[in-house]
């Protein structure tokens, strides 16, 4: 969602620049990745008419994984929302869901960052290369981000 503000920002087209939509779901009944899998399967085929890459991921199993991908080990996470609160810079950490209530946004180091286009890192879980490169990333598509170092 912080990319489209981006693009709102500078006044780009939604969806420029934007690698992929992440779905991020939270199921700790079932940490195989078989169950992870039949989901992403079945979100493949619901999603199977857009023209952007949707990815589904179960924030339940992260740990099972984090440590070998990242090389520092991740506690289990207690809900989607905490994977959220852990990304790598804290203009990142935001997301939406629906509820009975209606939609409902989850945004714990506020809007303000997204919005004036400024990453800060955020140490509490992903290494200092994630971030770092996140920024690099980032600023190649929208030369106009600034951010605070590590």
Known sequence: MFQ???NAVEGRAPGYGIKDYDVFYFDATDLS?????RVIVAADALFSDLEVTVQVRNEARVHLWYEEKFGTPAAPFTSAADAIDAFAST???VGITRDEAGLRVHAPYGLA?????????HRRLAPRRVYETKVREYRSRWPSLTSDPW
């Not at 990745?33 to 899998?37: K, Q, V």
């Open 91 to 93: 203009t990142c950490c």
């Open 4 to 6: 489209n503000v981006w």
């Open 113 to 121: 960052d997204g919005f004036a286009m400024h990453m800060r890192p």
């Open 33 to 37: 990745w078989a169950a992870e899998d």
